[in-house]
Nanobody, 123 residues
């Protein structure tokens, strides 16, 4: 059973930053596209960002473009989501997921998921 593990969430003031990490103990993320998704209370889960498996192509939702940066370190088997200039609307549970596709923005394509990490932006 493949289980991704997110970390780095927490409480931050508006304008602050957090860096989320996605690790996969016992499973190699190399060769998989990795996506970050989030779900706020009462809302559907939405795609935030993804990074391709080979050429490092990236995607960002319009709501986070220019503020979030996704990256991957295959040597550390970890994918990161650097979140800057956080706003209250970024408050959600953030999930990372892996797909064997080279690149995808479609949630249905993602096969392996983590349990999520809470991000709360509040003063």
């Amino acid at each position: 059973q493949v289980q991704l593990v997110e970390s780095g969430g927490g409480l931050v003031q508006p304008g602050g930053s957090l860096r989320l990490s996605c690790a996969a103990p016992g499973f190699t993320l190399d060769g998989y596209a990795i996506g970050w998704f989030r779900q706020a209370p009462g809302l559907e889960r939405e795609g935030v960002s993804c990074i391709g498996s080979s050429d490092g192509s990236t995607y960002y939702a319009d709501s986070v473009k220019g503020r979030f940066t996704i990256s991957r370190d295959n040597a550390k088997n970890t994918v990161y989501l650097q979140m800057n200039s956080l706003i209250p609307e970024d408050t959600a549970v953030y999930y990372c997921a892996a797909t064997p596709k080279a690149y995808s923005t479609i949630q249905y394509d993602y096969k392996y998921w983590g349990q999520g990490t809470q991000v709360t932006v509040s003063s």
